[in-house]
């Protein structure tokens, strides 16, 4: 809660199902706690409809990605929470975009922060990811570590009771950035799900071919930062997605990215007119020379010249990370990253 320094760690292995027995068991109080606020957030009335909107989701979902359905049905038992509530936590992205879209009926594009950066140095990659989200959820965040049976290792933040958002996988990290979703689908994986398969990929390629294979809801930028070095956004909404490259942002070895399109096939203005002042400071930072380690990283999502450390009454930045992909490390920040220590953690221990 209020009073914590650092975010719980859990570990999970094994089957999905037993992955998601001891996450709920493990973060039975917090998952409670979460299912009750994202319903107060949603509104009573809201949250009840939504259940019906989100049935071809389920479907799909358990067509595309059955494990990890079995996973969120490990977490209902050892939570003791309803299904529906704990894949509703999964969907709080698909949720608000719902409400927003669908019962709202406004078209208006959404405020979500984060950001994420990610840079090549001469002995690793480095991926930063800021969190920024509504402060109530600081008391809802969890540290997952997981050695699934027969998968690669992952290392990923979230809400209690949700299998995935950016982290570490073996051979990738991932920051995600929201984008104002022009429509909302109810065919399509949810984020967390695409995000726990996309740390499981073997390079940025067959990251890449994720969303070919994959249907999504709502818009989201995803950034990935490789172990070869490979770096890229894939700014993607339910009909589209563009691979935005260093080079298209003018850049050597580093990319950057907030909450705006920046790909023209999208819409968008490119980096130098896109107007969010966060990824203006940040640029401005790289320009005066790249971070080349993990407190250089840090220091940039610091920043307050333009806010990429967010500290509003309504956003916060609830969770900061910077991952050294090849090292296999991760140093995690509950809170803004000012001010808040970091845990670290690998990997392989
Ligand atoms: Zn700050």
Known sequence: MAHERFDPIIGVSGSPGQMGLEHGRQLRARIHRTAALMRERIGPQAYEASWEALRPTVEYCHAAAPEMMAEIQGICRGAEVPFSDIFRI????????????????????????????????????????????????????????????????????????????????????????????????????????????????????????????????SAMNYLLAGASGDLVNVESTPDAHAVIQPVDQGADGYLLHTNSYLAASLGGLGIQDCGCPRLAAARRLYQQGPPTDVPGVRAIQSDHSGGVCVHQPEARTIVSFVARVRAGEIHITRGNPCSCPAQSLRLDT
């Open 90 to 217: 999964n969907a709080h992205l698909d949720l608000t975009n719902w409400r927003r879209l669908v019962w709202d009926a406004d078209t208006a594009g959404n405020a979500e922060a984060c950001s994420s950066h990610a840079v090549v140095t001469s002995s690793d990659v480095l991926l930063g990811w800021n969190g920024d989200d509504w402060p109530g959820w600081l008391g809802c965040g969890a540290i997952v570590r997981g050695r699934p049976e027969g998968g690669p290792p992952f290392i990923y933040w979230s809400l209690a009771g949700s299998v995935g958002r950016p982290g570490l996988g073996p051979h990738l990290a991932l920051g995600a950035n929201s984008l104002p979703s022009p429509r909302w689908q109810p065919e399509g994986l949810l984020y967390p799900i695409l995000c726990r398969k996309l740390l499981a990929c073997r390079n940025v390629g067959d990251a890449l071919s994720l969303f070919e294979d994959y249907e999504r809801c």
